[in-house]
């Protein structure tokens, strides 16, 4: 098991921004890509991005694009959720995950392709 851990939620006003940072162990950026997904109260989890383990090009859900962008840091063997003009619909709990292929195909990612999740700090949209 990959140990992932989140950090950066927290509280935010309409039209703010965030960045939500997934720490992985050394090295588990040059065997897994890595995702992004949310789930609001009451909702299905929803894949947000993914990040390809094979060139680093992330892939969006379409609310997210032109606005959240995924990068990673491999020396800091971190990946990065920046959120922009956020509003109330991103209020969600957000967890990172491995996945079990070298290029995302996508951001929704069928559970059988997932490894290991992060506990998922929460993010707030709300004045």
């Known amino acids: 098991q990959v140990q992932l851990v989140e950090s950066g939620g927290g509280l935010v006003q309409p039209g703010g921004s965030l960045r939500l940072s997934c720490a992985v162990p050394e090295f588990t950026l040059n065997h897994y890509s890595i995702a992004w997904f949310r789930q609001a109260p009451g909702k299905e989890r929803e894949g947000v991005s993914c990040i390809s383990k094979s060139d680093g090009k992330p892939v969006y859900v379409d609310s997210a694009k032109g606005r959240f962008t995924t990068s990673r840091d491999i020396a800091k063997s971190t990946v990065y959720l920046q959120m922009n003009s956020l509003h109330s619909e991103a209020t969600a709990v957000y967890s990172c995950?491995?996945?079990?292929?070298?290029?995302?195909?996508?951001?929704?990612?069928?559970?059988?392709?997932?490894?290991?999740w992060g506990p998922g700090p929460q993010v707030t949209v709300s004045s």
């Open positions: 995950s491995t996945v079990f292929l070298d290029s995302c195909p996508g951001p929704s990612l069928a559970p059988a392709l997932l490894g290991s």
